[in-house]
Structure formats: C-alpha cells, structure tokens
C-alpha cells in the first residue's frame, strides 16, 4: 500500500469516527417545563406543553420560589439547582380504580413521543433532575418511574426504565438530583429499532394509600455510538502509526 493511500485512509477514519464518536443530544421539546408560563402567584397550574399529562390536578407545573417563603405553617423551599425558572410537580398516589376531581382515574404521568428513532448501532441515554416536594414530601418507599418507550400495540413498550425512590431523591427537599435510564446498543433487529423515542414519567408503582410529591427538571436526552467505535478509532491511530514508521 503506498503512502499516498494510508494518508487518505487514516483521514477518512478519523473524520467518520471522529464524528461517530460523539455523543449526539436529542432535543426534548419542554423538557425544562418553562412552558406555559405560570404566575409566581398562581402557585401551580395541571399540564405542561408539549407533555401528555394525566391525572388531572395531579400533574403539572410550577414557579421556583424566589427563595423559602411559609405558607400557613408550611415551608415551601426554592429549588436551589433549577434549570431556567419552572419545574414539573407529579402525585405519588397510584390507584387506577379510583378518580381524581376531573373524573379520570388517578394515574399519574407525563409522557411524549418524539420525531426521533431508537437508531440501531446508538444507545440512549434519558436524564432527569429529581427532588421532593418541601410542602408535601412523598411518603417513605414513594417511587418514580423514569422510562424510555417506544409505541407499540396502542401502548408504550418499555425500552428501558428507572425507579427512584423518596428516600434517595431528596437533598432537604430543595435540590435536584439527576437520575439516568440508559439503554443497550439498538440492535437492527430489536423490536424498537427505527421506532419513535418515547419518554415516560410516572409515579405508577406505587399504591392507594401513597401520599406526596415529586418535583422534575431538565429532562434531556442524548445518544451515544456503539463501543465498535472505539475499535475503530483504534485501527485510526493504527494507521496513522503504520504512515508514521514508513519513510514516505
Ligand atoms: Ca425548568
């Protein structure tokens, strides 16, 4: 092989792996929740664009507090380490047979579907900032689920998911903590490979009798090429090694 041609080998390896090596963010439209703006006096308000919320009065989103203020003996604490100025709030309560003011059952999520596909060859990687409820914290063993999808059957099929719990999701109920679902490397024929990118929030797991709230920021979403690429910027360096050693 002569010079001339490993030169424009090893360049061609190194810009495809160069590009495949990095980690690509995948936008998560409202994943900060500052959307719709919602009044410092109006406390909290159900929904979030963007989002499919259920559960009625139980999903939404909120204002962070200017700093700690008392409402009525109870302390509401500013998030300390929030993302922009907004933060999603969701019930712990779980009990599919019962019915919240609005007359839907209470079950409580956020969820999207995104343009996006699980790409084979990529993994996943879903994160998102947990805290607890200052004014009302969940009960011990509360737990949140944090889930990547894909739809399938009319429903959304787990990829891969995240339990959290109240115990380990608090710091004083007043900063955020980040959580991550991660998914294998897509193989070409999973089941969800070139399907759509599905997130799901949902406090699911738990019972009747659970009572508080957790409190979410900054949902994002990235994917990273498989370690394959690692070999290959192995062989990269290989070959400019090969073009180094040679008199040329
Ligand atoms: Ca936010």
Do not use: H
């Not at 929904?47 to 962070?64: E, Q, R, S, Y």
């Not at 969940?138 to 339990?163: C, F």
């Amino acid at each position: 092989m002569n010079c001339g041609r490993i030169a424009s080998i090893s360049t061609l390896l190194t810009a495809v792996v160069g590009g495949a090596a990095r980690a690509g963010a995948i936008p998560v439209p409202n994943g900060s929740f500052e959307s719709p703006s919602v009044p410092l006096q109006d406390i909290a308000r159900p929904g979030a664009d963007n989002w499919v919320t259920t559960g009625g009065n139980n999903t939404g989103i909120f204002p962070n507090l200017p700093m700690d203020e008392n409402f009525g003996g109870v302390i509401a604490k500013r998030i300390t380490n929030a993302d922009g100025s907004q933060l999603a709030y969701i019930a712990a309560i779980y009990d599919p047979t019962g019915t919240t003011d609005n007359g839907t059952p209470i079950v409580n999520e956020f969820y999207q579907q995104l343009p996006a596909v699980y790409q084979p060859g990529q993994s996943y990687t879903l994160s998102v900032g947990v805290t607890t409820s200052s004014a009302q914290p969940p009960d011990a063993g509360a737990k949140l689920r944090l889930e990547l999808y894909y739809p399938a059957n009319g429903g959304q099929q787990s990829v891969a998911s995240t339990l959290v719990t109240s115990d380990e999701a608090s710091v004083e109920n007043q900063l955020l903590k980040y959580y991550t679902v991660q998914t294998p490397v897509v193989a070409a024929g999973a089941a969800y490979a070139n399907q759509p990118i599905g997130i799901l929030l949902s406090t699911t797991d738990n019972g009747p009798t659970i009572g508080g709230t957790f409190d979410m920021d900054n949902v994002t979403l990235a994917s990273i090429p498989e370690p394959a690429s690692a070999a290959l910027f192995a062989l990269g360096a290989l070959v400019v090694g090969i073009r180094r050693r040679r008199i040329c």
